[in-house]
Each structure stands twice: as C-alpha cells, then as structure tokens.
C-alpha cells in the first residue's frame, strides 16, 4: 500500500482511539457499474469518518479493483466464472432487454422477462454459493466481528445471495441499499437455494423483513408522495456535488458554443455502444441543432455525424450537467443521471432502454422537466423536436430549477444522512424500535385472515341463529292461522 494511504489509516486509527466507540467495522457486499460507484460514494465518508470499511466481492468482479490504491479494504473470494462471463451476461441482458422484448402485450413481455432473469440466476447462484460454502471465508468473517453490512439490493436474485451471506455471518446488523426496484427472479427456485445453505425452512421475502435500515436512491424531488416505513430513508442525490472544471479541450469546445450553449449525451455506465442504425438516426438529429453536443459514445463513429457533435468514450457528466454553458441532457434515465440533472437543474430529453430507466423518466415527464421518447422507434425529427422544446420552451428549465431548489432545501445533505443511519445502526446494534411488528407475524396474520375468520364465523352464527328464529316464529304463527281458516 502507498505511503499516502498509510499515514491516512493511522490518522484514522488514531482518532478512533481518542474517541473510543466513535468507529466501527462496516462490511460491504456491492453491485456493479453505476451502483457500485454510487455506494462507492459512501464508502469514501464512512473512510473518513475513521471507521474500517471491507469490500466482499468475487474474482470476477467487473468494477471493483482492489488493485487501486484506496483506503478501503477488499476481500476478494474465488470464483470459477470469470470477468468476461460477467460483462457478457450483462451485455446480453441488456441488449435482449432493449432490442428483443415486445411491448405488445404484457403478458408475453413479462414472460421473457422472467426467462431473462432465471437464466441470471444461475450466475448469481454460483457467486452465492462460492461466498457461502468458502469455510474459510465465513471463518474470517465471522471472527472479525463486523458491527454492520450494508448490502446493494438492486435486484431480488442478486438480494437473496447477500441476504444469504449476512444469515451465515452471525451477530450482525445490516442495512440494504436501494433504489425501490426489485426484479421479477423465481421465488421458489431462491427460496429452495435459501433452505438449503441456511438448513432451516425461510423465504427470501423473512429475510429481507430483518434488514435494520433501508436507505432509498430517492427523494421527494422525485417521487410522488405516498406513506413509508419508519426504517425507510430517502439518500437520493447522495453522489451530486458542485461542478468542477472540465478539462481544456473539452472546455474550449463548450465556449466556442456561444449563447447556443452545448447538449450532453450519455446512456450510462452500461450502454457504451449501440446499432449503427441507431446511432445515425441520432447523429442526424443532433447535426440540426444549433448547440453543440458532447456525446458519450464509444462505438462505430455515425456516417449522419455532424461537425458539432464530438465523441468520447468518458464524460465528466456530472462537471458537465454543472457547466453554465449545458441547456439539455439527453439520458437514458439512470438514477444517478437524473439526480446531477435535478441538482443541476437541467431539463432533460429521455431515452428509456431497460429496468427502473422508464419509471424514472416517467416521473420527470409528470413533473414537467422531461420528454420522453422510445428509443426503438425514435426518427431524427422526434429528437429534432424534443430536444427544441426543452431548450426553448422556458417551462422545462423552470420546472427543472423547481426541483433542483426542491433537492438542495434539505435539514441534512443526502450524504451525511445515509452515513448517520449506518452510524446510527452500529451504535445501537441495532433499529428495532423503527421495524413494524408486521415483519413477525406470519403470513395469515399479516393479511388479517385469522380476524376475517373470526368476523365470518360472527356473521354466521348470527345469521344462523337469525334464521333459526324467523322459520320457528313462522311454524308457529302459522299454525293458529290455519287452524281459524279449518273453522
């Protein structure tokens, strides 16, 4: 390790030992690409806040480089899949996601999509049991004695592995980290695998019921207003900061856009590259506008490109979203893009391709700061338009400032509150006065079967007894009746 990184350990070391009980051992299970950068964010203010952060991943781990010199610590365990096994399943998912799915009926696109996703599982299964069964792994672990995880759960099938883990690591508490999306993944296929390594029958769903915190890449900016949970807090924005300088030639390049000023281009972490027919059909509309657009775009350079479009294959995004010179952001509608565009306030035009990418686009569209397009069907004129009406109808960039005045009017920045509940959980072992006693009632109290039993059973007895009462005062005023008409 770098001198620099261990004079800044023992820096740390040192101010945890003025300040007993003040620091704690965190242990991590990531996700990749723009989720592990956006928890990565995290991490780095727990590191500095003195507390010894630990980083589980595989061999195969796509991002995740222990290699770079950091004050976090990593514990890679072996793993028979490989990097590139991993960057091909998830090409292949999200080309078949984005390309192959029909949106013609819902049933059939809900079909593939679980086909999509239990061919996923299998991967995910295999990382989970190299973690789990590794016994000298779970020794170290759990000899370690961690004072919390904190777990991404983007998506179940990837949930119930971590969930896994964090059961086999004894006497720990743990908080989960998402974004309010859970995948469709095939429950009694994990719910099987979870009775299996646990040795004891339990469901994915009375796992998750145990996380002490649940930390939400969102905030009211963003979503719509609806009751949550006690243990439920919005982070969203947590990784947004102010603008830094762009590097020169990219800033030349935006000043030579004058009072037309520049549109930013980028499909996110995942998305480098896209059909030749798809990139022209862009190409073409951005070479009508006036602005001049930074593309982040690393595949076959379009023939329809125009000459105030330029390529690169990385973009400071958020420095440009921060830039005075920005008036539209062209996004396939990621979390993390969409909130430096909140903070920034910058109208967007949106591009959905797969997962929680519509949902989030959706709810700028209803907030009045984004259009929204389909990226299959998209002609040169529809971006052409779109992108006209969110640079001059003034309303975008007003609802768009709406929110970002919204986002920045917060008691506590989204960081430092994330960081005070984890901190906030390892102190007090625990949120157990924040969990709904719902969490321990089994699944036919949880839905008031036994009190709808017991109402039903009343209303029959009483309608029982009813009844009972109206055929005897019949049978009995009946009878003089027909005894005055015999007379």
Not at 146 to 163: R, T
């Given at each position: ?138 020794t170290k672990l759990q000899e ?20 896994t883990f964090m059961e086999r ?87 030579s856009s004058g009072e037309n ?227």
């Open positions: 390790m770098p001198r620099k990184w261990i004079s800044v350990l023992l820096l740390l070391q040192l101010s945890c030992h003025f300040s007993p009980g003040s620091c704690g051992k965190v242990l991590v299970w990531p996700t990749e690409y723009s989720h592990w950068m956006n928890m990565k964010t995290i991490l780095d203010a727990l590191v500095q806040r003195g507390h010894e952060v630990t980083v589980l991943t595989s061999s195969a781990s796509i991002l995740v480089d222990p290699s770079k010199p950091s004050a976090i610590q990593f514990e890679i365990f072996p793993t028979s899949l490989t990097k590139d096994d991993m960057v091909s399943f998830f090409m292949k998912l999200i080309n078949k996601w984005t390309y192959d799915l029909p949106k013609d009926t819902f049933w059939t696109h809900f079909s593939l999509m679980q086909e999509m996703f239990w061919e996923g599982s299998d991967l995910v299964e295999k990382l989970c049991k190299d973690a789990v069964f590794n016994k000298k792994l779970m370690s004695k961690f004072d919390v995880v904190l777990a991404d759960a983007v998506v179940a099938c990837e949930l119930s592995d971590q969930m690591v004894k006497n720990m508490v743990y908080v989960l980290y998402f974004d309010f999306w859970l995948q469709t993944y095939n429950q009694k296929k994990w719910d099987q695998f979870l009775n299996e390594v646990l040795g004891r029958p339990i469901t994915l769903f009375e796992l998750m019921g145990k996380a002490e915190m649940w930390l939400i890449r969102s905030y009211w900016d963003f979503e719509f207003p609806r009751p949550l949970l006690p243990h439920f807090e919005f982070v969203g924005g947590l990784h947004c900061k102010p603008a830094k300088p762009l590097p020169k030639e990219m800033e030349e390049f935006a000043q000023g520049i549109v930013v281009f980028s499909l996110g972490s995942m998305v480098t590259n896209i059909t030749e027919e798809r990139a022209n059909v862009i190409a073409s509309a951005l070479a009508q506008v006036p602005q001049k657009v930074i593309w982040r775009y690393d595949g076959k350079k379009p023939d329809t490109l125009g000459p105030n479009t330029r390529l690169y294959k990385w973009i400071p995004q958020n420095d440009l979203l921060g830039h005075p010179k920005t008036k539209a952001f062209i996004t396939h509608g990621g979390a993390n893009g969409i909130y430096e565009a909140i903070y920034h306030g910058i109208p967007m035009v949106g591009l959905p391709m797969f997962a929680d990418q519509p949902d989030n686009i959706a709810h700028m569209k209803t907030k009045g700061a984004a259009v929204r397009l389909d990226f299959n069907t998209i002609s040169s004129t529809d971006l052409l338009s779109a992108l006209k009406t969110v640079i001059n109808d003034p309303s975008y960039k007003e609802n768009a400032m709406k929110l970002s005045k919204i986002h920045h009017d917060q008691p506590m920045k989204p960081l430092d509150r994330a960081v005070f509940w984890i901190e906030f959980v390892m102190r007090h072992k625990g949120a157990k006065h924040l969990r709904p006693a719902s969490y321990d009632l089994s699944w036919f109290q949880y839905h008031s079967l036994d009190v709808i039993g017991f109402l039903l059973a009343c209303v029959a007895t009483a309608t029982f007894v009813i009844t009972k009462c109206v055929l005897f005062c019949c049978q009995k005023f009946a009878k003089p009746g027909k005894k005055n008409k015999r007379e």
